[in-house]
């Protein structure tokens, strides 16, 4: 079964913990202008909203790359950046239409989620669920919930 991220903005806190544990677990330190994992801060709509690599099925990013450097997983369905092929020319980066892989300067590599080999830090270290793992095939069903609870809702107030 492939899982993967579900984000939930309505939810989120802007607490920075995944971002947090991103960088802790993928740089050694925590902090979050070296995570994989971002949280935009939309001030004018009152909102945080946690944005990362979607694992896209057209990876725009692997097929542009000249050197062959980002393969998929075919377990965890990422597109993981191997640090030993990358040259660093960022041509992933201009490739992706979301903006998710980024160019580190430390190491003159480039950087993108890999959901941590299945077990992705920034879900279980996000306190409200904002975050969560889940069967790819149902990345809907929370919005679908909602809907149907609407739905449900105004059939009710019509009676």
Not at 39 to 50: C, E, T, Y
Not at 52 to 60: G, M, V
Request: proline share 4%; charged share 20%; hydrophobic share 35%.
């Amino acid at each position: 079964m492939q899982k993967s991220l579900h984000i939930d903005p309505d939810k989120c806190t802007g607490c920075l913990q995944c971002e947090l544990a991103c960088s802790h677990v993928n740089e050694g330190v925590f902090n979050p202008a070296k995570s994989r994992i971002k949280v935009f801060n939309f001030h004018d709509q009152g909102r945080m909203v946690p944005y990362t690599c979607t694992q896209c099925d057209e990876a725009w990013c692997m097929q542009a790359c000249p050197v062959d450097a980002i393969t998929l997983d075919a377990e965890t369905g990422a597109k993981i950046v191997s640090d030993s092929l990358c040259v660093g020319c960022k041509v992933c980066t201009i490739a992706c239409p979301f903006g998710t892989v980024n160019y580190n300067a430390s190491t003159g590599k480039v950087i993108k989620c890999d959901l941590c080999g299945g077990d992705p830090e920034c879900a279980k270290a996000c306190p409200t669920a904002a975050i969560t793992y889940v069967d790819a095939n149902w990345t809907g069903l929370d919005r679908m919930r909602q809907w149907a609870a609407k739905t449900d809702a105004g059939a009710q107030a019509e009676a």
